[in-house]
């Protein structure tokens, strides 16, 4: 069966450069998560999108944008780059919801970002 | 707000046996969903089980059951048969709506290692 797709699966930047990580959601999904997992921390939401649109937002500093593409795949886009953005950086995938049944998240394999 | 708890920061069980791993939850809210995943020290997040808060019967999958006491807002995992592959790290998590899903809220984590 098809899973989340996320790229890169690693990346090393310098302090002050910017990334971008990129999901692709299985299809069919309508709706995308992204999640920050520090060293030895729970998954912390960054920000979601339904049908293309922002539906929620968390704890994602202004230095982090994000969108979800025609194609339903999406992308965080972090700038200004600090020590403590280091981390794995997980996006996941929902069907739409159908009165409580199959409300679960499909996680990706992650991106391993870590600023030097 | 909403938080969940698991006191068991790791746990030891040896294989062939059942292990319970706990997990409480805060809410005001009558409608949400419990989950819970799987990480290996490979790091990919794996969905193990979900919860309706309005689901009377209690979930089961495979080896895992969700012992939900909703009075007592607690959603234990039940690991039945345990095998050297489930040693990880497991998250309890909580979306905010029973019917439109959410972002996921993690608890802390347990470590689970499996003895031979």
């Known amino acids: 069966a098809a899973g989340v797709i996320q790229s890169p699966r690693h990346l090393i930047k310098e302090k002050r450069e910017t990334a971008t990580l990129k999901c692709y959601p299985i299809p069919r999904h309508d709706t995308v998560y992204w999640y920050q997992q520090g060293p030895g921390q729970d998954p912390q939401f960054l920000i979601s999108f339904y049908e293309k649109m922002q539906s929620d937002k968390g704890s994602i500093p202004d230095r982090f944008s994000a969108q979800q593409f025609s194609d339903y795949h999406s992308e965080l886009n972090m700038s200004s780059l600090e020590l403590g953005d280091s981390a794995l950086y997980f996006c996941?995938?929902?069907?739409?919801?159908?009165?409580?049944?199959?409300?679960?998240?499909?996680f990706g394999p992650g991106t391993r970002l870590t600023v030097l | 707000a909403q938080k969940i708890t698991q006191t068991q920061p790791g746990m030891f069980v040896q294989e062939k046996e059942a292990v319970t791993l706990d997990c409480t939850y805060d809410?005001?809210?009558?409608?949400?969903?419990l989950f819970w995943y799987k990480q290996p020290s490979s790091g990919e997040m794996i969905f193990l089980i979900y919860?309706?808060?309005?689901?009377?019967q209690n979930a089961t999958e495979g080896r895992y059951s969700l012992n939900f006491q909703k009075a007592r807002k607690s959603a234990n995992l039940v690991i039945s048969a345990s095998q050297l592959g489930d040693s990880a790290m497991y998250f309890c998590a909580m979306s905010p709506d029973y019917n439109q899903g959410g972002k996921l809220i993690f608890g802390q984590g347990t470590e689970l290692s499996v003895k031979p």
């Open positions: 809410t005001s809210d009558q409608s949400y969903g």
């Open positions: 919860q309706g808060s309005y689901d009377e």
């Open positions: 996941a995938s929902s069907p739409r919801p159908s009165g409580g049944a199959g409300n679960e998240q499909f």
